[in-house]
Protein backbone atom coordinates (compact mmCIF):
# COMPACT_ATOMS: atom_id res chain seq x y z
CA UNK A 1 0.00 0.00 0.00
CA UNK A 2 0.96 3.61 -0.70
CA UNK A 3 0.48 6.37 1.91
CA UNK A 4 0.30 10.54 0.59
CA UNK A 5 0.85 12.81 3.04
CA UNK A 6 0.22 16.65 1.30
CA UNK A 7 1.37 20.05 2.63
CA UNK A 8 1.52 23.35 1.30
CA UNK A 9 -2.07 24.44 1.02
CA UNK A 10 -2.99 28.04 2.18
CA UNK A 11 -4.89 31.32 1.58
CA UNK A 12 -3.07 33.43 -1.41
CA UNK A 13 -4.28 36.41 -3.10
CA UNK A 14 -5.16 36.19 -6.62
CA UNK A 15 -1.56 36.79 -9.18
CA UNK A 16 0.02 34.78 -5.63
CA UNK A 17 1.74 31.56 -5.33
CA UNK A 18 2.05 28.46 -3.74
CA UNK A 19 3.62 25.23 -3.93
CA UNK A 20 2.11 21.94 -3.26
CA UNK A 21 4.43 19.03 -1.83
CA UNK A 22 2.95 15.57 -1.52
CA UNK A 23 5.64 12.63 0.29
CA UNK A 24 4.46 9.18 -0.94
CA UNK A 25 5.54 5.81 1.19
CA UNK A 26 5.16 2.26 0.63
CA UNK A 27 5.79 0.18 -2.17
CA UNK A 28 7.11 2.64 -5.06
CA UNK A 29 8.16 0.85 -7.77
CA UNK A 30 8.14 0.06 -11.30
CA UNK A 31 6.07 1.93 -13.96
CA UNK A 32 3.86 4.81 -11.83
CA UNK A 33 2.34 7.88 -12.04
CA UNK A 34 2.29 10.76 -9.15
CA UNK A 35 0.19 14.16 -10.09
CA UNK A 36 -2.40 16.70 -8.41
CA UNK A 37 -6.07 16.31 -9.23
CA UNK A 38 -8.70 19.30 -7.45
CA UNK A 39 -12.10 19.61 -6.37
CA UNK A 40 -13.93 23.11 -6.84
CA UNK A 41 -17.35 23.16 -4.15
CA UNK A 42 -20.16 21.62 -6.85
CA UNK A 43 -17.86 20.55 -9.15
CA UNK A 44 -16.32 17.51 -10.45
CA UNK A 45 -12.82 16.23 -9.36
CA UNK A 46 -10.53 17.19 -11.92
CA UNK A 47 -6.64 16.58 -13.44
CA UNK A 48 -4.52 19.22 -12.72
CA UNK A 49 -1.25 18.01 -13.56
CA UNK A 50 0.67 14.39 -13.45
CA UNK A 51 4.24 13.28 -14.11
CA UNK A 52 5.29 9.53 -14.63
CA UNK A 53 7.97 8.08 -13.81
CA UNK A 54 9.10 7.30 -17.02
CA UNK A 55 9.05 11.09 -17.81
CA UNK A 56 7.51 13.80 -19.13
CA UNK A 57 4.06 15.71 -17.46
CA UNK A 58 0.85 17.00 -18.21
CA UNK A 59 -0.85 19.46 -17.67
CA UNK A 60 -4.93 20.93 -17.84
CA UNK A 61 -5.00 23.23 -20.23
CA UNK A 62 -6.38 25.69 -17.50
CA UNK A 63 -3.05 25.63 -16.05
CA UNK A 64 -0.81 25.32 -18.33
CA UNK A 65 2.19 28.58 -18.34
CA UNK A 66 1.60 28.71 -14.82
CA UNK A 67 1.97 25.42 -12.75
CA UNK A 68 4.71 23.55 -13.30
CA UNK A 69 4.75 19.75 -11.95
CA UNK A 70 8.17 17.70 -10.89
CA UNK A 71 8.84 14.71 -8.69
CA UNK A 72 12.28 13.53 -6.83
CA UNK A 73 12.35 10.08 -7.35
CA UNK A 74 14.66 9.71 -4.96
CA UNK A 75 12.82 10.94 -2.21
CA UNK A 76 9.35 9.93 -3.57
CA UNK A 77 7.59 13.26 -3.73
CA UNK A 78 5.95 15.51 -6.15
CA UNK A 79 5.71 19.01 -6.06
CA UNK A 80 3.48 21.46 -7.83
CA UNK A 81 4.24 25.22 -7.91
CA UNK A 82 1.37 27.15 -8.73
CA UNK A 83 1.97 30.69 -9.80
CA UNK A 84 -0.49 33.83 -10.93
CA UNK A 85 -3.40 31.98 -9.76
CA UNK A 86 -6.74 32.87 -9.69
CA UNK A 87 -9.59 32.41 -7.98
CA UNK A 88 -11.11 29.65 -9.82
CA UNK A 89 -7.86 28.16 -9.00
CA UNK A 90 -9.51 27.64 -5.32
CA UNK A 91 -10.36 24.04 -4.82
CA UNK A 92 -9.21 21.08 -2.42
CA UNK A 93 -5.77 19.47 -4.10
CA UNK A 94 -5.41 16.20 -3.81
CA UNK A 95 -2.44 14.16 -4.41
CA UNK A 96 -2.41 11.12 -6.71
CA UNK A 97 -0.58 8.12 -7.28
CA UNK A 98 -1.58 5.07 -10.00
CA UNK A 99 0.36 1.87 -10.47
CA UNK A 100 -0.88 -1.70 -11.37
CA UNK A 101 -4.74 -0.65 -11.37
CA UNK A 102 -4.53 0.70 -7.85
CA UNK A 103 -5.50 4.33 -7.57
CA UNK A 104 -4.28 6.08 -4.21
CA UNK A 105 -5.19 9.37 -3.11
CA UNK A 106 -4.13 11.88 -0.17
CA UNK A 107 -6.14 13.63 2.26
CA UNK A 108 -6.57 16.69 0.46
CA UNK A 109 -5.29 19.85 1.36
CA UNK A 110 -6.83 23.27 0.85
CA UNK A 111 -6.03 26.03 -1.76
CA UNK A 112 -8.43 29.33 -1.72
CA UNK A 113 -7.60 32.20 -4.17
CA UNK A 114 -8.91 35.74 -3.21
CA UNK A 115 -9.84 38.63 -5.41
Known amino acids: QVQLVESGGGLVQAGGSLRLSCAAS????????LGWYRQAPGKQREMVAT???????NYADSVKGRFTISRDNTKNTVLLQMNSLKPEDTAVYYC?????????WGQGTQVTVSS
Open 96 to 104: YYVSRGRTY
Open 51 to 57: VPSGGGT
Open 26 to 33: GSIFGFNV
